[in-house]
Nanobody
Framework: QVQLVESGGGLVQSGGSLRLSCVAS????????MDWYRQAPGKEREFVAA???????NYADSVKDRFTISRDILRNTMYLNMNNLKPEDTAVYYC????????WGQGTQVTVSS
C-alpha cells in the first residue's frame, strides 16, 4: 500500500512558477511509474507528466517545455516544477502511483490569475 501526500499548490500570477511535491509513504524505487494529473472545474481529470524508475519522462503537449517532473529517491518524493504558468493551468493537481493498483493523493489546488 502507498499513501501519497501532495503540497506546494497556491495562487500565482500568469507567468509565475510553482513547485509541487508528492511524498510517498514507502520507497519509491519500488514504484515504477509515478505521475501527475490535474482536474479543472467542470472538466475530466487529465494527464500532465509521468516519470519511470528507468528515468523516462513524458509530458502532455500542453505543458511540454514549461513543466519538469523529477524524483528524489532519498526523500521518497516526486516533484513537478511548473514555469510560465497560464490561467488554463488552474486545476487541482493529483499525484498518482501504480503498483498492483492505482494510488492517488488528495490533490493540491493551483490557481493562476491573469
Amino acid at each position: 500500500q502507498v499513501q501519497l501526500v501532495e503540497s506546494g499548490g497556491g495562487l500565482v500570477q500568469s507567468g509565475g512558477s510553482l513547485r509541487l511535491s508528492c511524498v510517498a509513504s514507502r520507497n519509491i524505487l519500488s514504484i515504477n511509474t509515478m505521475d501527475w494529473y490535474r482536474q479543472a472545474p467542470g472538466k475530466e481529470r487529465e494527464f500532465v507528466a509521468a516519470t519511470t524508475g528507468g528515468g523516462e519522462r513524458n509530458y502532455a503537449d500542453s505543458v511540454k517545455d514549461r513543466f519538469t517532473i523529477s524524483r528524489d529517491i532519498l526523500r521518497n518524493t516526486m516533484y513537478l516544477n511548473m514555469n510560465n504558468l497560464k490561467p488554463e493551468d488552474t486545476a487541482v493537481y493529483y499525484c498518482h502511483a501504480f503498483t498492483s493498483r492505482n494510488y492517488w493523493g488528495q490533490g493540491t489546488q493551483v490557481t493562476v490569475s491573469s
